[in-house]
């Protein structure tokens, strides 16, 4: 069982609810969210727009959330305008990656550190790192040493440190193919193993699915089957039993009603998950509300089809275990 110091423990507990389940929902998107709104209004979205957006989607839907992610570049205005019980997690990487370069390269917000992240009130620092196992060394030393130095920041910071690990293969085109689907749960598995490691600080581990969901049998449409949801089931259980941190799920762009059926499936497999930080599935669709009918419109949405999607899915994390099972205070 990994320890934390009790301002660690303090900060863990406003990020989750009375059962030590963290129920959060992501609002750090940037480029891909400016991207959505300005091909909703039919403009460019301005800085103004995306910070508007965030405070709609953060003052409507936080009451019913444990803790909610944004980020220093767009978020603060929203961060200010969250239910005053629900925590705060701040990004601390760029926007996208390198493409420069091979390796999908990360790096962090240039004007921000684990003490200014703590010192505009956040509970938390969340790194996200593209990850595939299977990359040639040079790349990958690369980003383990990164994240050793992010883990290590934040420590010293007393702050815990949410790594978000999301997967891919260098050499296919995309992360959405059949062919993707059948190697993705060894990425994630071998993702996963890795970065529980003592040496990284991790705190929680936000995950994905080791499977796409688009190719899970009865939910996988005009695609082929590449999982039965038996051995869906099995690759949940075995994910969970890699790792002793605890761990939480993101929703990855599916939607909620697909999201809710991987929670449920992850029940029933017996994984001892943590719970979620879900973005998209939960207010994607305000995006097209607020673009084309503007920001009052949006908000009605969010007060009524978003708050459905949040509390949806708080109601599908009756299988998740508080997180208090795998971390001890020192």
Not at 204 to 218: A, C, Q, R, S, T
Request: charged share 30%; glycine share 6%; proline share 4%.
């Amino acid at each position: 069982m990994r320890k934390i110091t009790p301002e660690v423990a303090k900060h863990m507990e406003n990020l989750s609810n009375e059962d030590g389940i963290i129920s959060a929902l992501a609002m750090d998107q940037r480029g891909s969210l400016k991207r959505m709104l300005g091909e909703a209004a039919g403009k460019d979205a301005t800085k103004k727009d995306m910070e508007d957006f965030k405070i709609a989607v953060l003052s409507e839907l936080t009451p019913y959330a444990s803790g909610v992610l944004t980020d220093p570049q767009y978020g603060l205005p929203a961060a200010a305008a969250r239910d005053k019980n629900c925590g705060l997690l701040l990004a601390y990487e760029k926007t996208g990656y390198d493409t420069t370069e091979p390796g999908r390269m990360c790096d962090l917000i240039p004007d921000h550190s684990a003490l200014r992240i703590k010192k505009e009130g956040a509970d938390g620092v969340k790194f996200m790192l593209y990850y595939d196992p299977d990359e040639p060394e040079e790349i990958n030393d690369r980003k383990r040493a990164f994240i050793e130095r992010v883990g290590a920041e934040t420590k010293a910071n007393e702050l815990p440190f949410f790594l978000e690990v999301v997967t891919y293969d260098g050499n296919m085109d995309s992360v959405q193919s059949e062919e993707y689907a059948k190697v993705k749960p060894e990425k994630v598995f071998k993702t996963m193993k890795e970065f529980s490691q003592p040496q990284y600080d991790v705190t929680v581990l936000k995950v994905e699915m080791p499977f796409n969901i688009k190719y899970v049998e009865g939910f996988n449409g005009d695609n082929n089957v590449v999982y039965t949801q038996e051995e869906a089931k099995k690759l949940l259980k075995k994910q969970s039993d890699l790792t002793e941190l605890p761990y939480i799920f993101l929703s990855a762009g599916v939607t909620s009603e697909e999201f809710i059926a991987e929670i449920k499936m992850a029940e029933e497999a017996g994984a001892q998950f943590n719970g979620v930080l879900c973005g998209r599935a939960t207010w994607k669709p305000s995006i097209k509300v607020y673009g084309s009918e503007g920001e009052d419109a949006c908000r009605k949405w969010l007060s009524t089809h978003g708050k459905e999607n949040i509390e949806n899915l708080n109601n599908a994390l009756k299988g998740a275990k508080s997180w208090k099972d795998k971390l001890s205070v020192e």
